[in-house]
């Protein structure tokens, strides 16, 4: 119910993964970097890293919940709070499974959208020729997901092609090949796909993405009070965080 859905939701020519890379430019990004602890015991905040030390005046933590609850990441004092919130935020399973699609369906428009099952969990969806792409967009989810990942892609695609079959016709096997998949539960960095409130613990969301000591800011699509699950929730989230270390910056620099 606190969910706000807008109802429009388009999708990127490009792909998410382009639209990073582009707001992304120009920034210091360092790779191979995984923090594995923040002491803010000082006034200089130290992140203990895979390539060394970094010290900091304010630091964004904007990792899944899974990572925090988990206490992969830990905290010096630590944040039982923020530790406990996490921990009632766990990631659901949402995988998706991309097939090349040879020639044209027929009967079959572009960006038409199938349901494999009404009456069973176990079911794909799927996007034909999305954006007129030579390709389908295959969407799959829970314990379902969980299971199909442990299996690997080729059980995956091994699914879509039964579905496929029953839903367009034995010709369309000879018309289809694996391309890529998902895999977000089995990811060491993600450990899931989306955030989800156990029962009563909504309220968990605030607490995860209030500031410590003005000087620890927290972001992600679980801190989003309205728009958790989506890249916008995550988006805007990160600029309030942003905003906010800003004038924490800016309140200190005044006060010397």
Not at 16 to 42: I, K, M, N, W
Not at 108 to 114: A, F, G, I, K, R
């Amino acid at each position: 119910m606190r969910y706000e859905d807008s109802g429009t939701n388009w999708r990127l020519g490009q792909g998410y993964g382009r639209l990073f890379e582009t707001l992304a430019e120009g920034l210091p990004v360092a790779r191979q970097a995984a923090v594995s602890r923040v002491d803010h015991s000082g006034q200089v905040i130290r992140l203990t890293t895979a390539r060394g030390t970094v010290a900091a005046r304010r630091v964004i933590v904007t990792v899944p919940t899974s990572i925090i609850a988990s206490e992969i990441i830990r905290f010096d004092p630590l944040l039982s709070d923020k530790v406990a919130a996490a921990a009632g935020l766990p990631l659901g399973v949402d995988d998706k499974l991309f097939i090349s699609l040879e020639g044209a369906l027929p009967g079959v428009e572009h960006d038409t959208y199938l349901v494999g099952s009404t009456t069973r969990r176990e079911t794909m969806s799927y996007q034909v020729r999305p954006l007129d792409r030579p390709a389908i967009y295959c969407f799959f989810g829970g314990r379902f997901a969980a299971a199909l990942e442990r299996e690997g892609q080729a059980a995956m695609f091994s699914f879509a092609a039964d579905e496929l079959t029953r839903l367009i016709g034995s010709s369309v096997r000879k018309r289809i090949a694996p391309l890529a998949a998902t895999a977000w539960q089995n990811d060491p960095w993600a450990r899931g796909a989306y955030s989800y409130a156990l029962p009563a613990h909504a309220d968990d969301r605030a607490i995860l993405a209030a500031p410590v000591d003005d000087r620890l800011f927290f972001a992600g699509e679980a801190c989003s009070p309205n728009f958790f699950s989506t890249a916008h929730g995550a988006w805007l989230s990160g600029i309030a965080a942003a905003d906010a270390a800003l004038v924490s910056l800016r309140a200190a620099a005044a006060t010397r």
